[in-house]
């Protein structure tokens, strides 16, 4: 079954054909990252605009390089929830014209459902059940995965997604905006042990994430080296606070997979390409004997194939729009 699909959920514009859930037959992505950054963040009505701009041309260079026409495909797919409502719309309207005018089947995509598919078609092996950890921009959740299209929820943040709070650290420290890739590059050239940041706990829910108190300590200690006249020991900052939201990430994901028994853990989301977040885990894993699955680094941010991925799955599962298909900013995982 080839399915073309559609993502427009953040700053990226993305398209792609996808067979049976796991291969790739093409994949697109505009990005809009340098006109953001001018912004240091996402500015969500110039995203819908670059949207508008980009879609045609990225679905018509996505069958292009697919070598196919739209007589050829089996379905359609996009991504609906959740994101910025603007951005969604125009990918969720310009999936139902589609739809409309060539009679293809229109498959509803949830957004942080197709970051866990991005791992079926890079890990052909790879099926559930399994615990998910989903770090992007906006989430932090720990998913138990029964099946491709059943989600339960055992862990979340209380306030700042892990992407959010390495994005507004960095900004702190003077990066460009999306600041996670390059705290993370920084942390690799200091020493996680030179400042003391809190490790939040949530009290009462202990898989539960918060990140803000951490966020807050790092950029008073910055503002205050700044007010005191100091040079910033950038690398040293970056490493000690990606030490402490890995540590955070993977304590509480490690406690609940051993709580729960689950043997196959994966990595989901922008913040999955995080360095230390996958040797952190890779160590856990071969240390409990467990397997442990991350996509590669080109579909852990948002793309148009993992759209494709979890499209297949949700359509077996007959998860299929009509016209009246909205998008909505805000959507549980579990649907
Ligand atoms: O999943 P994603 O592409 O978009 C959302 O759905 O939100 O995630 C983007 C997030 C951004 O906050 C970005 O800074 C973060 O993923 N990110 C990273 C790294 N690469 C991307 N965070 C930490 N380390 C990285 N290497
Ligand atoms: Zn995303």
Known sequence: MKILSIESSCDETAAAVIEDGRKILSSVVATQVEEHKLYGGVVPEIASRRHCEAINGVVRETLAQAGMTFGELDALAVTYAPGLIGALLVGVNFAKGLSLATGLPLIPVHHLRSHIAANYLAHPELEPPFLCLVVSGGHSHIVEVKSYTEMKIIGKTRDDAAGEAFDKAARTMGMPYPGGIHLDKAAELGDPDSFRLPHPKVSGAEYDFSFSGLKTAVINLIH???QRGEALPVSDIAASF??????????N??????????HTLVLAGGVSANSLLRKKIDEKAEKSGRRCFYPPLELCGDNGAMVGAQAYYEYLSG?????????AATMSIEL
């Open 224 to 226: 205050n080296a700044e």
């Open 242 to 251: 990606r030490k402490a939201v890995v540590e955070s990430l993977t304590d």
């Open 253 to 262: 994901f490690m406690r609940a997979a051993d709580d729960l028994g689950y």
């Open 319 to 327: 998860n299929i729009a009509d016209i009246g298909l909205n998008a």
